[in-house]
């Protein structure tokens, strides 16, 4: 109990840290709002009517306090780049199609990479793991985008597997939804494969010479018990810290994966907020993404004892 | 033997996943089909069409609106007393009539008959009076509507707007959108006359028009449907072109176009000019610039031709001075040839102006811009060969807007800038102190000239003195203008009818589906 109420204290005092540094750059950056809004065709009345509606005549504390207030109690506030969005409609459209491609994009890494990475500590040296290994370093190779681009040009183009940019909402359909983001999630679950599939190996690789093992063996078990039971346990642990930060990140919206299939997520909310100066916005997902790191760190901690009983707080 | 029963039941859900995402596509193969029927070209009603923008709207109230990426959007919504023709004319729209009192300072309209907004109602000289006086008030004291004397309201069908002095150009901005009074949230409720009506609207995502059944001009519009898509990143939007995921994409680049033409006769390439004034603006202020000389040795250094062949195919409308080509009755050509390419000549001017050693230049582009950006890079290229050391500083749009925009802050930006059909909206921004006067450009003899055009009545009279403003800037080289770059846009074949305007327009209204075509 007082382990949670520690992490909940920590929560509160980064986001609170984080939401600081946001508003500071935010407002050391040239640019505003207004301006970017209405472009060079305003007059300067309307620029100076809009400032004074988004506030941003406001000395900076004020602003940054008015927002705080609102935030504490659920209210983020109107998007500046959008004139009839809410903050929170925004995030509510985009959330689920970033939670939607994130979990199917887990889904792949885990069911594919766990598999893969077992298979090629246990035939290590034999052509399997070389094969492995050689597609793993390609795929680690290629950068996010250019995967992306190269299957939408085959599966897209070529092929017509799925028509590049033709996205269903969830609120249409959830398994037409579900069904336009499997190349997405593919473009988002490759290298994350290949780089569990690598860390699996070497984890388990690692593990295989130490003296618990021999014991094992020397009580009798069989190889497969042995690599499942005993070793695998172990080798598990360095894992899962490394599927958490794959999963904090791609529960923050996969930037680039989304501008190049055309997905209105997060990410792509994100980046489009960044160059509006939309500050309500680009503080609300800041706010999400932080919060989600640090969640996501907190469930690892508890699933730690779960997998290795003498891990203490 | 486990593991692989999982991993082979696996790829065939992730294959059989994949077949299904395509069973609902709707990329029919149209193009072959398309290619043999192109030379009939019978509009007929019905259909729907996407069309794709790398931006995303500022606001749907049209009152509200100052890019003209989104008030060519919203073209299709709403309308004023007069629209825009594709010539560059204005033709009555929701009235039916007009007159000009002598002295150009009573504007006196008559509403036509029969026409209603998208929500079923009549619009009424009521209606008029409130959106002109709205859209007044939104513009403010520096806008052309500080004339506005008063919307007198003279009978059922008809209005009169009365200015404080004589304008013969106010009928331009009398183009400004008819919306009900009653209609409490333009933006969110978006209510007009125009050719389609309102469906809705997803920020980042798309904006969807239904077809305006009772639209007062008879057969128009032919679809009764249009999208407009928002996708940020132009490579991605080619891509859904290419993919029929989107019907009609513009400012394609000639790197594209030339895609498009070797995959066959999928698309039909129209071209067009995307009506800005493309230069590199100087600040007049900056202490070489603000020598007349460097600046017109500046004007020689650059190669507008190879700028042009080099980026858009010598599609492009060389131009030399700030106004488009398109405004006819204003346009002075003359302009263009004041300055040819010209090294030594510049090298000479240089040595004049005690440059001859060169100098450094910073351009400032935004970023996000490529056609500014590779201009600017050819810019650089052509300054070396007379000594002036140029470097290239890219920076967001946003970071533009206040920097070089708003501040002033800058050397020299390559930029283009839109306007309106009134010559006064191109031309009053070299006025000295005026706040958008980019160039810091100052000149006695353009700001006496420039009041003499502004009260001048007569249109003749009036285009001779725009001329002269033009001969002006031209001659003192206030920038280096450039371009009124070609605009490629590419619709798939199987549609017709794209037709360009002079001002911010993409009218949906003429689009048509050829007959045989198919959907």
């Known amino acids: 109990m007082k382990y949670i109420l520690k992490k909940i204290v920590t929560l509160i005092i980064t986001l609170l840290f984080i939401s600081l540094i946001t508003f500071t750059a935010f407002s050391v950056i040239p640019g505003d709002a207004a301006t970017a809004r209405l472009g060079t065709d305003a007059t300067p009345e309307q620029v100076a009517q809009l400032r004074e509606e988004m506030g941003l005549d406001d000395p900076l504390p004020e602003r940054y306090v008015n927002w705080l207030g609102g935030a504490i109690r659920g209210d983020f506030g109107d998007s500046y780049q959008y004139d009839t969005s809410t903050v929170a409609s925004l995030m509510a459209d985009r959330l689920p199609v970033t939670l939607i491609l994130a979990v199917m994009s887990l889904v792949l890494i885990l069911v594919i990479s766990v598999p893969l990475g077992i298979v090629s500590a246990r035939y290590a040296g034999k052509w399997l793991d070389t094969l492995i290994n050689q597609v793993s370093q390609v795929t680690m190779a290629i950068p996010a985008f250019f995967l992306g681009i190269l299957i939408t040009y085959i599966f897209g183009l070529i092929l017509s597997w799925f028509q590049p940019g033709a996205f269903v909402d969830p609120s249409v359909s959830f398994w037409g939804c579900v069904a336009s983001l499997i190349f997405p999630a593919i473009a988002v679950a490759l290298p994350k494969i290949a780089m569990v599939v690598k860390f699996l190996r070497n984890s388990i690789l690692s593990e295989m010479p130490k003296d618990y093992v021999r014991t094992a063996y020397s009580r009798g078990n069989g190889k497969s018990r042995v690599l499942y039971v005993h070793i695998l346990r172990n080798a598990l642990i360095p894992v899962i810290t490394f599927v958490a930060i794959i999963i904090a990140e791609i529960m923050a919206g996969s930037i680039i994966v989304e501008q190049v299939f055309g997905i209105p997520g997060m990410g792509q909310l994100l980046i489009t907020s960044i160059s509006a100066r939309d500050y309500p916005v680009v503080q609300a997902i800041v706010t999400y993404i932080t919060a989600i790191v640090v969640i996501v760190n907190f469930l690892v901690d508890i699933l730690y004892r779960l997998v290795d009983p003498r891990v203490k707080a | ?519």
Request: net charge negative; charged share 20%; aromatic share 10%.
């Open chain 2, 1 to 519: 033997m486990k593991k692989n029963t999982i991993l082979c039941s696996l790829l065939v859900l992730l294959v059989s996943a994949a077949l299904c995402a395509c069973g609902g596509d709707k990329n029919t193969e149209t193009s072959s089909t398309a290619a043999n029927t192109s030379s009939e070209d019978t509009p007929t009603t019905g259909g729907s069409v996407v069309f794709g923008m790398t931006q995303d709207l500022v606001s749907l109230d049209p009152h509200q609106i100052t890019d003209a990426g989104t008030r060519s959007v919203v073209f299709n919504i709403y309308e004023g007393l007069v629209k825009p023709t594709s010539t560059g004319d204005l033709e009555p729209a929701v009235a039916s009539d007009y007159t000009i009192s002598d002295d150009a300072k009573t504007y006196t309209f008559t509403l036509r008959d029969g026409v209603t907004f998208h929500d079923g109602s009549a619009v009424t000289a009521e209606d008029v009076k409130y959106s002109i006086e709205r859209y007044a008030e939104i513009q403010g004291e520096s806008s052309a509507f500080s004339l506005l004397d008063q919307v007198e309201i003279v009978d059922e069908k008809t209005v009169a707007v009365h200015l404080t002095e004589g304008n013969s150009e106010f009928l331009a901005n009398l183009t400004l959108a008819v919306i009900p009074k009653a209609n409490e949230d333009p933006a969110g409720n978006p209510v007009g006359t125009g050719p389609f009506k309102y469906v809705s609207y997803t920020p980042g995502q798309n904006l969807t028009l239904a077809k305006n059944e009772n639209y007062w001009k008879e057969g128009a519009p032919y679809l009764d449907e249009v999208q407009f898509k928002f996708i940020a990143d132009t490579d991605t939007a080619f891509t859904q072109l290419q993919a029929g995921t989107i019907d009609i994409m513009n400012y394609l680049t000639t790197a594209q176009v030339q895609t498009l033409s070797q995959s066959g006769s999928q698309f039909e390439i129209v071209e067009g000019n995307m009506n800005l004034v493309h230069a590199m603006f100087l600040n007049n202020e900056y202490e070489p610039l603000s020598d007349v000389r460097v600046r017109q040795a500046l004007c020689y250094a650059v190669d507008r031709d190879a700028i042009n062949s080099f980026l858009f195919d010598g599609k492009s409308h060389i131009i030399g001075s700030h106004m488009i080509p398109s405004l006819q009755t204003w346009y002075e050509p003359e302009a263009e040839t004041v300055y040819t390419y010209d090294v030594n000549k510049a090298k000479e001017l240089l040595a004049e102006a005690g440059y001859g050693d060169g100098f450094d230049l910073e351009i400032t582009v935004p970023s996000s811009y490529s056609q500014h950006v590779d201009t600017a890079q050819i810019i650089v290229e052509q300054l070396a060969a007379v000594g002036i050391n140029a470097t290239i500083q890219k920076v967001e749009w946003s970071t533009w807007l206040e920097d070089v925009y708003t501040n002033r802050n800058y050397q020299a930006t390559v930029i283009g800038f839109d306007g309106t059909l009134a010559p006064s909206d191109w031309l009053q921004k070299y006025g000295t102190g005026v706040s958008n006067n980019i160039a810091n450009y100052s000149n006695e003899e353009y700001d006496s000239i420039l009041e003499q055009a502004l009260a001048a009545i007569d249109t003749d009279e009036k285009a001779a003195l725009y001329k002269e403003l033009q001969m002006n800037l031209a001659e003192n080289a206030a920038s280096v203008y450039i371009e009124d770059p070609a605009d490629f846009v590419a619709m798939d074949s199987r549609l017709g009818g794209y037709t360009f305007y002079p001002t911010a327009a993409w009218d949906m209204s003429v689009i048509y589906v050829k007959e045989g075509a198919g959907q």
